[in-house]
């Protein structure tokens, strides 16, 4: 079963009223479920749902595809993104982008400035991380554009995601040539990777 058709079949989560802060561990729990998915795969333990923020309902699921499919462009938020804009839900139509810029980014992991900028490119509202202590790089994007950004700084998925960098992902996650101009800039300008997060 393709991930796509596993999309169709997964149960419509809709709480059919706005989303609020107290809602935020919840669409957590679905993001991390994605994360074990992946790490289940083989792949990063990294997971993103997009949320449709005036009715709750889960329009895309997804998670890091870099070593199940050898992509470099399928990160969680973008996987979860294409997913929305592809397949939709149980099989729904794509969602449209007047629907899209309605959305909010549940993310296991602060986004990097690729996922930062295609939240920005779908006009998504909020992007809440579980941590941002293993990637924050990405969040000056989230604050140029206006996005709102929520830290949960949650330790039980910060565990995790050190566990398998210090482990099986080590090789992958220390690549030295990724993003040298990147790594550069965040080197020489520390205070510019920050951007405004809330917790
Ligand atoms: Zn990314």
Redesign the pocket.
């Known amino acids: 079963m393709s991930d796509k058709d596993d999309l169709r079949n997964t149960p419509q989560q809709g709480t059919n009223a706005p989303v609020t802060a107290s809602d935020y561990p919840k669409f957590m729990a679905a993001a991390k479920e994605q994360a074990a998915k992946g790490a289940h795969e083989g792949g990063q333990p990294i997971g993103a749902v997009v949320v449709h923020l005036p009715t709750g309902q889960i329009l895309g699921r997804g998670h890091n595809q870099r070593l199940q499919r050898g992509s470099r462009v399928l990160?969680?938020?973008?996987d979860a993104l294409e997913n929305a804009t592809m397949t939709g839900e149980q099989g729904a139509s794509p969602v449209p982008d007047n629907i899209m810029t309605e959305c909010g980014m549940f993310t296991t992991m602060s986004?990097?400035p690729?996922?930062a900028g295609a939240c920005a490119q779908f006009g998504l509202k909020l992007v809440v991380m579980a941590e941002n202590e293993t990637c924050s790089h990405?969040e000056f994007v989230l604050a140029n554009f206006g996005i709102e950004a929520v830290n949960l700084r949650d330790a039980e998925m910060l565990n995790t995601v050190n566990t398998w960098i210090k482990g099986p992902g080590a090789s992958t996650w220390n690549n030295p040539q990724l993003a040298v101009p990147l790594r550069r800039w965040i080197a020489e300008e520390p205070g510019n990777p920050k951007g405004q997060i809330s917790s």
């Not at 990160?75 to 973008?78: G, S």
């Open positions: 990160h969680a938020e973008t986004p990097c690729m996922c990405g």
